[in-house]
């Protein structure tokens, strides 16, 4: 039987935080010790382009995800890890699959409905600042799934949907020319967790409230002191449940390191303290992926070496499907 699929992407947007990681790196890189399974792990470029339009930006954001991924002991012997725009095949199967998309399910995606709608709220015209490529976003997305004949597609809450679209695309493909494409299922963990920001608010760039993954040990400790905290005094029982400072350390300790850390908040621990611990509890575990971030960092030739051999493992993937694709289709050869 052939190996369960497993492929995801990672849009080149921004420094890596510790909410990545959490979410989605850290379960990435053990899903992909697992034996019986073959992951795709890719840079999603091509998707950074509808947001990230700074051509040296974009650039940074790609060597520096693909080096934490690798420095957070991705290997890339088993996964096959690539970056998306080195995959010609992709672009041309997202046209494939334009054409069998209907425009009413685009309408309905919420990326590009939640723009209209801040559009009306501002007084703009629907279409304001919308271009193609978030309208098309889904579909490209399909393209991204479909190619590697993925079965299972780890997302947050908020891809669901775009992966339900990738089926609904394969499903109407395969009833019109046959069947070719796996239709795929999103997997959300709900043992993932959810990491807080410094306000309190889920982590996200959006809110300026992230963690980076890789700060230097001070200014590590400076973003840890800078998480809120209410107002209660060293000596007064705290609630692990409500405070930031607790649910951080809940994602990087052992259950040991928990239910010590939850007798503590019982007795009273001083923010202070709990602070002081929970930046050495991260400093102990980031200590060794950053020393190797910052070599990867310094040699920019051997991150795009391994992108270059990912990138032609994946191709032997992409082409044959896609040829036979073209064939399914009637892109052929006038004189066979
Ligand atoms: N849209 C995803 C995100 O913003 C990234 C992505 C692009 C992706 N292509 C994908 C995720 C294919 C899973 C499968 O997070």
Same mark, same amino acid.
């Given at each position: 039987m052939r190996q369960q699929r497993v492929l995801t992407g990672i849009t080149t947007t921004g420094t890596p935080h510790l909410g990545n990681y959490v979410g989605a790196i850290r379960p990435a890189i053990e899903a992909s010790r697992e034996p019986d399974v073959q992951c795709f792990y890719f840079l999603a470029d091509l998707h950074s382009l509808i947001k990230n339009q700074d051509p040296e930006l974009l650039r940074r954001s790609t060597r520096e995800i693909a080096a934490t991924w690798l420095a957070c002991g991705l290997d890339t012997s088993r996964a096959v890890f690539?970056? /998306?725009? #080195?995959?010609?095949e992709i672009t041309e199967l997202s046209w494939l699959l334009s054409c069998m998309t209907a425009k009413g399910l685009m309408n309905r995606a919420h990326a590009y409905k939640a723009a209209v709608q801040s559009n009306q709220e501002a007084g /703009? #015209? %629907? %279409?304001?600042?919308?271009?193609m490529g978030l309208y098309g976003y889904p579909v490209l997305m399909a393209a991204d799934i479909l190619m590697f004949g993925a079965d299972r597609v780890p997302v947050g809450r908020d891809q669901i949907q775009h992966v339900e679209m990738a089926r609904d695309i394969a499903q109407r493909f395969n009833h019109h020319y046959g069947d070719h494409l796996v239709l795929p299922t999103a997997v959300v963990d709900d043992e993932v967790a959810v990491l807080a920001g410094l306000d309190g608010r889920k982590m996200s760039k959006s809110y300026g409230n992230t963690i980076p993954l890789f700060l230097p040990e001070k200014q590590l400790q400076k973003h840890v002191n800078r998480i809120k905290t209410n107002l209660q005094e060293p000596g007064e029982p705290k609630n692990p449940d409500e405070s930031t400072v607790f649910q951080v350390w809940q994602a990087f300790a052992n259950p040991g390191q928990r239910e010590e850390m939850r007798r503590e908040f019982a007795a009273g621990i001083a923010w202070g303290e709990a602070k002081r611990r929970l930046f050495e509890l991260l400093n102990e575990q980031l200590r060794e992926p950053r020393a190797h971030y910052e070599e990867l960092m310094a040699q920019p030739a051997l991150i795009e070496r391994l992108l270059q051999e990912g990138a032609e493992r994946a191709r032997s993937y992409s082409r044959p499907l896609l040829a036979r694709l073209r064939e399914a289709v009637g892109l052929r050869r006038v004189d066979a």
């Open positions: 690539y970056r /998306q725009s #080195d995959i010609p /703009q #015209d %629907d %279409d304001f600042g919308i271009t």
